[in-house]
């Protein structure tokens, strides 16, 4: 059983901080991009950031660009977002993917290369 769980979520005042955690567990991921996704109350799920599989390559969505920061651990099979500068427009529900190898940064921006997805976990940010 594949399963990805986040952590981490909360609520915060605008201009704070928050790292969430995604762990996976059932397979390794270390060959397969982790992604971040976001769905606010009325909204489509959108893209928040994607990192490859060796770390070395990500890419983020321009409302979050040098605001939030995702890594990895391979060896602990877990993905990190750290999200500095909160704004109440960030406010959502951050959800994790995976990804297997063999797609660009331009369709990692997009949910369907992701085969596994996460519960998803709440982030609210107070103004």
């Known amino acids: 059983q594949v399963q990805l769980v986040e952590s981490g979520g909360g609520l915060v005042q605008a201009g704070g901080s928050l790292r969430l955690s995604c762990a996976a567990s059932?397979?390794?991921?270390?060959?397969?991009?982790m992604g971040w996704f976001r769905q606010a109350p009325g909204k489509e799920r959108e893209f928040v950031a994607v990192i490859r599989w060796s770390g070395g390559s990500t890419y983020y969505a321009d409302s979050v660009k040098g605001r939030f920061t995702i890594s990895r651990d391979n060896a602990k099979n877990t993905v990190y977002l750290q999200m500095n500068s909160l704004k109440p427009e960030d406010t959502a529900v951050y959800y994790c993917?995976?990804?297997?190898?063999?797609?660009?940064?331009?369709?990692?921006?997009?949910?369907?290369?992701?085969?596994?997805w996460g519960q998803g976990t709440q982030v609210t940010v107070s103004s």
């Open positions: 059932g397979r390794t991921f270390s060959r397969y991009a």
């Open positions: 993917a995976a990804a297997p190898p063999g797609y660009d940064m331009g369709s990692l921006s997009r949910r369907y290369p992701y085969n596994y």
